[in-house]
């Protein structure tokens, strides 16, 4: 099985950029593929991850990563972000244990419900506060 799907590239002078994506209903992969698009014309590697596929191990090597999270219920992590997410809100985790990644989170959600981006914002919150530079 594929772990992470490389688009190839020529020239990528920026080096790899890391594309993860939380989704219910296919609409963060979807904005990752778009991103990924985006990622080539401007000179980066992309490699686009589906979160069901997250190793602790690679993960917190140096690198430069957007995260397209979307939710479901009552603020909870898509089926195929669980692992990821309950491994990066685990309070087990040290400070500064991802200092070596810079990153952009994009929630995806509906702004009429009660728990609107929960899993972004948290992304966002528990990745800075691990060390990772926005």
């Given amino acids: 099985m594929e772990k992470e799907k490389e688009i190839q590239s020529s020239t990528s002078p920026y080096g790899p950029i890391y594309l993860y994506f939380g989704s219910q209903t296919g609409t963060a992969a979807g904005f990752c593929k778009i991103l990924a698009t985006e990622a080539l014309k401007n000179h980066f590697q992309p490699i686009v991850v589906d979160l069901k596929l997250f190793d602790p191990q690679t993960f917190v090597l140096p690198k430069v990563a957007i995260f397209c999270m979307a939710n ?41 419900h009660d728990h609107f981006n929960a899993v972004g914002r948290k992304t966002n919150a528990c990745l800075e506060a691990l060390g990772a530079e926005r």
């Fill in 72 to 112: 479901q219920g009552m603020g909870e992590p898509t089926d195929n972000a669980v692992k990821f997410y309950k491994w990066l809100t685990s309070s087990e985790r040290l400070p500064k244990t991802l200092n070596q990644i810079k990153f952009s989170v994009f929630g995806l959600g509906n702004k009429t």
